[in-house]
Protein backbone atom coordinates (compact mmCIF):
# COMPACT_ATOMS: atom_id res chain seq x y z
CA UNK A 1 0.00 0.00 0.00
CA UNK A 2 1.56 3.33 -1.12
CA UNK A 3 0.54 6.71 0.13
CA UNK A 4 1.07 9.94 -0.59
CA UNK A 5 1.33 12.36 1.78
CA UNK A 6 0.09 16.28 1.52
CA UNK A 7 0.83 19.25 3.16
CA UNK A 8 1.09 23.29 3.66
CA UNK A 9 -2.69 23.81 3.76
CA UNK A 10 -4.51 26.12 6.09
CA UNK A 11 -6.10 28.99 6.61
CA UNK A 12 -5.39 32.40 4.75
CA UNK A 13 -6.70 34.94 3.55
CA UNK A 14 -8.58 36.25 0.00
CA UNK A 15 -5.77 37.12 -2.03
CA UNK A 16 -3.44 35.65 -0.59
CA UNK A 17 -0.96 32.51 -1.36
CA UNK A 18 -0.28 28.83 -0.14
CA UNK A 19 2.35 26.45 -1.47
CA UNK A 20 1.30 22.79 -1.38
CA UNK A 21 3.89 19.84 -1.19
CA UNK A 22 3.20 16.30 -1.63
CA UNK A 23 6.26 13.59 -0.63
CA UNK A 24 5.55 10.35 -2.49
CA UNK A 25 7.69 7.22 -0.68
CA UNK A 26 9.91 7.31 -3.08
CA UNK A 27 6.88 6.52 -5.81
CA UNK A 28 6.76 10.36 -7.07
CA UNK A 29 10.10 9.93 -9.68
CA UNK A 30 8.66 6.71 -11.62
CA UNK A 31 5.55 8.07 -12.51
CA UNK A 32 4.75 10.14 -15.39
CA UNK A 33 1.92 11.77 -14.61
CA UNK A 34 1.28 13.09 -11.41
CA UNK A 35 -1.26 15.63 -10.36
CA UNK A 36 -3.48 17.93 -7.63
CA UNK A 37 -6.88 17.10 -7.07
CA UNK A 38 -9.14 19.22 -4.87
CA UNK A 39 -12.26 18.66 -2.93
CA UNK A 40 -14.59 21.19 -2.04
CA UNK A 41 -17.29 21.25 0.53
CA UNK A 42 -20.32 18.34 -0.54
CA UNK A 43 -18.68 18.27 -4.32
CA UNK A 44 -16.60 15.32 -6.05
CA UNK A 45 -13.02 15.14 -6.31
CA UNK A 46 -11.68 16.96 -9.33
CA UNK A 47 -8.09 17.08 -11.07
CA UNK A 48 -6.93 20.80 -10.84
CA UNK A 49 -3.29 20.24 -12.12
CA UNK A 50 -1.10 17.70 -13.52
CA UNK A 51 2.94 17.65 -14.73
CA UNK A 52 4.63 14.85 -16.66
CA UNK A 53 8.31 13.49 -16.23
CA UNK A 54 9.19 16.70 -19.16
CA UNK A 55 7.79 19.13 -17.28
CA UNK A 56 4.16 19.49 -19.39
CA UNK A 57 1.48 21.09 -17.08
CA UNK A 58 -2.05 21.30 -17.34
CA UNK A 59 -4.60 23.79 -15.02
CA UNK A 60 -8.47 23.74 -14.95
CA UNK A 61 -9.47 26.94 -15.58
CA UNK A 62 -9.65 28.29 -12.49
CA UNK A 63 -6.32 27.53 -11.59
CA UNK A 64 -4.46 29.18 -14.86
CA UNK A 65 -2.79 31.94 -14.57
CA UNK A 66 -1.84 32.31 -10.51
CA UNK A 67 -0.97 28.37 -10.13
CA UNK A 68 2.63 26.34 -10.68
CA UNK A 69 2.95 23.22 -10.46
CA UNK A 70 6.28 21.31 -10.22
CA UNK A 71 7.76 18.21 -9.28
CA UNK A 72 11.16 17.20 -7.89
CA UNK A 73 11.96 13.55 -8.94
CA UNK A 74 15.11 13.18 -7.16
CA UNK A 75 12.96 14.59 -3.72
CA UNK A 76 10.13 12.17 -4.80
CA UNK A 77 7.55 15.59 -4.47
CA UNK A 78 5.38 17.40 -6.25
CA UNK A 79 4.13 20.81 -5.39
CA UNK A 80 1.65 23.61 -6.41
CA UNK A 81 2.06 27.40 -5.56
CA UNK A 82 -1.24 28.91 -5.88
CA UNK A 83 -1.91 32.83 -5.54
CA UNK A 84 -4.53 35.05 -5.33
CA UNK A 85 -6.63 32.79 -3.43
CA UNK A 86 -10.34 33.18 -2.93
CA UNK A 87 -12.95 31.28 -0.96
CA UNK A 88 -13.58 29.07 -4.00
CA UNK A 89 -10.52 27.91 -3.52
CA UNK A 90 -11.48 26.50 0.16
CA UNK A 91 -11.00 22.62 -0.34
CA UNK A 92 -9.41 19.77 0.88
CA UNK A 93 -6.31 19.00 -1.85
CA UNK A 94 -5.03 15.88 -2.54
CA UNK A 95 -2.01 14.72 -4.87
CA UNK A 96 -1.80 11.59 -7.00
CA UNK A 97 -0.83 10.25 -10.47
CA UNK A 98 -3.40 11.12 -13.30
CA UNK A 99 -5.12 9.21 -13.73
CA UNK A 100 -5.37 8.36 -9.87
CA UNK A 101 -4.97 5.35 -7.83
CA UNK A 102 -6.97 4.28 -5.20
CA UNK A 103 -4.13 2.81 -3.30
CA UNK A 104 -1.89 6.34 -3.87
CA UNK A 105 -4.13 8.32 -1.94
CA UNK A 106 -3.20 10.28 1.32
CA UNK A 107 -4.88 12.26 3.84
CA UNK A 108 -5.17 15.65 2.17
CA UNK A 109 -4.27 19.10 3.06
CA UNK A 110 -7.15 21.23 3.60
CA UNK A 111 -7.44 25.33 2.20
CA UNK A 112 -9.73 27.66 3.75
CA UNK A 113 -9.60 30.80 2.36
CA UNK A 114 -11.49 33.24 4.64
CA UNK A 115 -11.13 36.85 5.87
Known amino acids: QVHLVESGGGLVQPGGSLRLSCSGS????????MGWYRQRPGQERELVAT???????YYEDSLKGRSIISRDNVYNTVTLQMSSLTPEDTAVYYC?????????WGQGTEVTVSS
Open 96 to 104: NRSPALVNF
Open 26 to 33: GIIGGVDV
Open 51 to 57: INKRRHT
